[in-house]
């Protein structure tokens, strides 16, 4: 058996990093657009693994950083 992880694991986990960068941008149409990504994304019950969840977390504090930024 193997241990490698899913394609989509290693996938998400290159992506995660870009989706904060975005989140965290001003140009408020790339942060809506990657929000709305993201959204779609949260709608797959696949999107609820151990690793995901904590870097949904961490899109989330990046967003509340942002907001009370402004």
Known sequence: MSSRPHT??????K?????ANRLASH??????NT????????GSEK????DALRNVSVGI???LDRSEAQ
Do not use: C, M, S
């Open 61 to 63: 504090l990046v967003q």
């Open 47 to 50: 999107a609820y693994y151990p």
């Open 35 to 42: 929000a709305k990504k993201l959204k779609n994304w949260l």
């Open 27 to 32: 140009d408020l149409n790339e942060y809506i």
């Open 8 to 13: 989509a694991v290693v996938a998400n986990a």
């Open 15 to 19: 992506i995660f990093p870009v989706f």
